[in-house]
């Protein structure tokens, strides 16, 4: 399985940065590549869609408030893996610094590399995290 993670470091607490990010359907809030989510299935399943108009569907697997964390799975996306599994962390640095980590474990589709799609996600994460801090500005 090829694998890719990012964290950052966010000069606000852990449970404001949670308060933007913490909810599954959250995502247009803080990822301006997301245009919107529709949430169904009780809110365990996302419909992304990106503002280039590709749609991304997304299961909930794991939610745990109390830790700030959850994972997700791809049901439905343009990206070339299959067996994707993500995880969005949020944890307490100090009482004004919070550290995110944006994390996945997926298997490259036919004809594509592990290096390729780590290459891709990698370049999601980090890009996602630093859209993520500029709606904390210091």
């Not at 299935?41 to 419909?47: A, M, Q, T, V």
């Not at 590709?54 to 893996?81: C, K, M, N, W």
């Not at 307490?92 to 996945?104: I, Y």
Request: negative net charge.
């Amino acid at each position: 399985m090829a694998k890719a993670s990012s964290a950052i470091e966010i000069p606000v607490s852990a449970e404001q940065v949670w308060q933007l990010v913490g909810g599954f359907n959250s995502l247009p809030d803080w990822l301006p590549l997301i245009a919107k989510s529709e949430p169904s299935e009780g809110g365990r399943l996302r419909h992304l869609q990106a503002v280039d108009g590709g749609v991304v569907v997304e299961r909930l697997q794991a939610f745990d408030e109390a830790a700030r964390t959850y994972s997700y799975s791809i049901s439905e996306s343009p990206f070339p893996v299959g067996e994707y599994l993500a995880t969005l962390r949020v944890e307490a640095l100090t009482d004004s610094t919070a550290k995110v980590t944006w994390s996945g474990v997926f298997t490259p589709v036919a004809g594509v590399t592990d290096a390729a799609v780590e290459e891709l996600f990698s370049g999601v994460y980090s890009g996602g995290l630093e859209a993520l801090r500029a709606n904390f500005p210091a």
